[in-house]
């Protein structure tokens, strides 16, 4: 079976990296990416930026080049970005603006309407939230403006979850990603999740797994195939991530 991977981070030496935290992560190049991938049947892909790389996109438009046809890019923006740097970042690949609300804090808040409705107008961009599960019900009136969402990792906690699930219900996409992350029931997780909205969950390895108490390993997409039998499995492994991403079939 075919894979997209909705979720993975490069980490790469040759372009900025600032510690979050006072943690700095291990290096994972494209290389190491593709290599690790090939077990997977993976046929494209997310880079998405993660904390450590705060506004810098040399390293992911460098990925995005070698990775190659199929792949897409997440970032993460300053609240002064131009339509121009979007317009630009767009033609090289990137398709949604990240807020870390768990790593970078509450004051991206502050400008997270703003920002996500500014680069859905300029280019049809989604917003993803890296935030705990039991922020949501706070957060709640503000993403239901938004116009298009999706949360990592499966909102991370229990508490929280029901508030997820009416989100997802709603629209607001699920990544199905760092299970060993979360202190949820995974299975169960995922099955109502998948029940109350058929294309809310999204696949990804969330490799190299950074901070992870488990990292990403092949038993995760094992789950998914028990969970969800033969139709949700191909829903969550492929078919949800591809339409949300927007990716052509000419670029598989």
């Not at 040399?58 to 792949?71: R, T, V, W």
């Not at 121009?84 to 949604?96: D, I, S």
């Not at 938004?146 to 990544?175: Q, Y």
């Not at 190299?208 to 108490?213: E, V």
Request: zero cysteines.
């Amino acid at each position: 079976m075919q894979v997209f991977d909705a979720h993975f981070h490069i980490i790469d030496p040759d372009f900025p990296l600032q510690s979050n935290q006072g943690y700095t992560p291990l290096l994972y190049r494209t290389e190491d990416y593709l290599q690790e991938a090939e077990k997977y049947s993976m046929t494209g892909g997310v880079v998405v930026s993660g904390s450590f790389q705060g506004y810098d996109q040399s390293y992911l438009i460098h990925a995005l080049e070698k990775l190659g046809p199929g792949f897409v890019g997440v970032t993460q923006l300053p609240p002064s970005v131009t339509e121009e740097k979007v317009l630009e970042l767009h033609e090289k690949g990137v398709r949604g603006v990240r807020f870390n609300i768990k790593r970078g804090g509450r004051a991206q808040l502050r400008h997270m309407e703003e920002l996500a409705w500014k680069v859905h107008r300029w280019t049809g961009w989604h917003a993803e939230l890296y935030v705990e599960a039991s922020m949501l019900e706070e957060l709640k009136p503000v993403i239901k403006r938004l116009p298009a969402i999706s949360v990592d990792h499966l909102g991370l906690t229990a508490a929280g979850f029901e508030t997820l699930l009416e989100l997802a219900a709603e629209g607001v996409r699920v990544k199905a990603t760092g299970f060993g992350r979360v202190d949820l029931n995974v299975p169960e997780a995922l099955a109502r999740i998948y029940q109350a909205n058929s294309e809310a969950l999204l696949f990804g390895t969330d490799l190299p797994s950074t901070r992870a108490p488990r990292p990403f390993q092949a038993s995760d997409i094992e789950i998914i195939k028990e969970v969800l039998g033969e139709k949700g499995q191909r829903n969550v492994l492929y078919e949800n991530a591809k339409k949300w991403y927007r990716i052509e079939p000419d670029k598989e």
